[in-house]
């Protein structure tokens, strides 16, 4: 803020002049502010060349898109990928179509981008909107040439205009740098040897429904009806919940991409994500033979579950865990793997269903069988709470609702689809920092822990970067220092909203809102004990507490050998 006394506020506009008032108001001899004097207390908004007409006015030079940024996630984006990142992306761009010639226009690549990145944060806003909040207070500076909030038009002609390159290689230099934060974090879910776990898995997001989307695309459901979908392989870390590569393709129709073929396709695209260190946790869909052995090419290991109909010929005894080795064949390989099946004991009744994972880890001591059962839950927060977390910024996310991305062509959709996985890896990134700042749990049982990534909220961090934008302290001409002021705050609020993981529930769920159907009016249980894994092979020895699951540390003693674990 600036403290400027009233007094020596001045209007320059000559009386009867016959301008239109676009003007500032100017500070004139102004003497030391004393106690009791009134002052305006002003917020800075731009910092640019004064031009001063012939009446008085004094105006600004240059436009507003030039120096709209998008606040705390463009100071992450910065962190992360180097200075100026936008505008150098935005330089080899050559836009085409109706956007021609070098002339000064209300919009630029770079504000295109930023735009587009924003909309992806913004489900309720309509395009017009979406620039209002990336332009905030530059709207009520007098700049030298009138300007107005572009139409949705506008923005959809300058989105044709550039194509989907630039936003995929954002995506790209992104994600990169979210494979390469992980290399030198300590903070991740081990499974002995010092592995990381990360989870693989598919999700198809609706789009409009357009005759070129619909053929682009295609859909995956019943042929012919519902709203096209493009599928993506989300391949992320269990722990922070960070995207590390995100694939696309169809998801129906004579062009569609099955997640198997997706995979095949991480695997040569993207080989910086699949380094030794980690450990893939992947759901029934995936087990493949040709497949599997082509990830363990990579020195990467796979925790899998596979279906009940796949044979797997034990290999000699049970292991004093309960694992057992086997054989899996399929497509002309033949892998040696590690089978461990075991069921879920919930207030001592088992329930029905079996769970049988398979792995390359076979040192049954160095990666004992509860920790691997136990490690497999992480698939959830990996895949499942991720997907989760990055669909709430989008429009009807909801089963069924209508369409989530709102592109009508299918380079808008790829487009936009590459816009929300980097808007919501920025979300997550400055998630990450926030928690690295954030004071240790002060009451409860984690008292004296540190704050993870996981335990902030990722609606509240996606709120507070977008407000870091509206405050106007997210433009490029304001001092570093202003801008890192801004950033610390935004960091200070999304430190205060923290979640509560790994709880058991300990009340019934009731159902307060009256439903269509009578047989659903009745209130519905919910367990409110813990879940125990029991490796089937081995018996019962200690059972384990839900803290237990709590990520390793270089501090923490070796664990037990235990097969009974809480889940």
Known sequence: ????????????????????????????????????????????????PAVVRR????????????????????????????????????????????????????????FTLRAVLLMTLLPEADARQVMAT???????????RPHTVPSGTVLSTWRTAIGPAPLLALQQLVLNAAVTARHHTSAGVEVGGGLRVGAIDGTVTRMS???????????????????????????????????????????????????????????????????????????RNFPGV???????????????????????????????????????????????????EYHVVLAGATTPELFCLITDLLDHVEHPAHALAAAYRWRWDGSETALREAKSTLHGAGPGTGAMLRSATPALVRAEHAAWM????????????????????????????????????????????????????????????VRAAAARITLEMITTSRVTTDRHRHRDRKTKTTQAFPHTSQALATATIPALIHVCGAAPTVTATVN????ATPDSPAPEKITEYAA
């Open 1 to 48: 803020m600036v403290a400027v006394p009233v007094s020596a506020l001045s209007w320059p506009v000559t009386e009867g002049s016959g301008g239109d008032d676009r003007s500032a108001m100017t500070v004139t001899g102004a003497e030391r502010i004393m106690s009791g004097d009134l002052v305006v207390w002003c917020k800075v908004v731009a910092v640019a």
């Open 55 to 110: 009446d008085g006015r004094v105006q600004a030079d240059g436009r507003p898109c030039d120096h709209a940024r998008l606040g705390a996630l463009e100071e992450q984006l910065e962190a992360m990928c180097g200075p100026d990142t936008i505008e150098r992306i935005a330089a080899g761009a050559r836009p085409t179509g109706k956007i021609k010639g070098t002339g000064r226009r209300e919009m630029s690549v770079a």
């Open 134 to 144: 990336l332009l905030g207070d530059l709207l009520a500076v007098p700049w030298k």
């Open 209 to 283: 429904d357009t005759t070129a989307n619909r053929k682009a695309f295609g859909t995956a459901g019943t042929a012919g009806t519902g709203y096209p979908q493009i599928r993506h392989l989300h391949i992320s870390d269990v722990f922070s919940r960070d995207t590390l590569a995100a694939p696309v393709g169809p998801a129906g129709g004579d062009k569609a991409e099955a997640e198997q073929k997706l995979l095949d396709r991480a695997l040569s695209e993207h080989p910086e994500v699949f380094t030794p260190d980690r450990v893939w946790v992947m759901d």
């Open 290 to 340: 040709p497949r599997i052995a082509a990830l363990l090419d990579t020195h990467g290991h796979v925790l899998i579950r596979v279906k009940s109909d796949i044979r797997l010929p034990r290999i000699g005894g049970f292991a004093p865990d309960g694992s057992y080795l086997a054989t899996l064949s399929g497509g002309g390989t033949t892998l040696t793997v590690r089978v461990i």
């Open 422 to 481: 980097t808007a919501t890896e920025l979300v997550h990134s400055l998630r990450r920092v926030a928690a690295t700042a954030a004071a240790p749990f002060t009451k409860g049982p984690r008292t004296g822990q540190a704050v993870t990534a996981r335990d902030l909220s990722f609606t509240t961090t996606r709120r507070a970067a977008i407000a870091s934008i509206t405050a106007g302290a997210a433009t490029a001409s304001l001092p570093a220092s």
């Open 548 to 551: 237990d699951l709590r990520p």
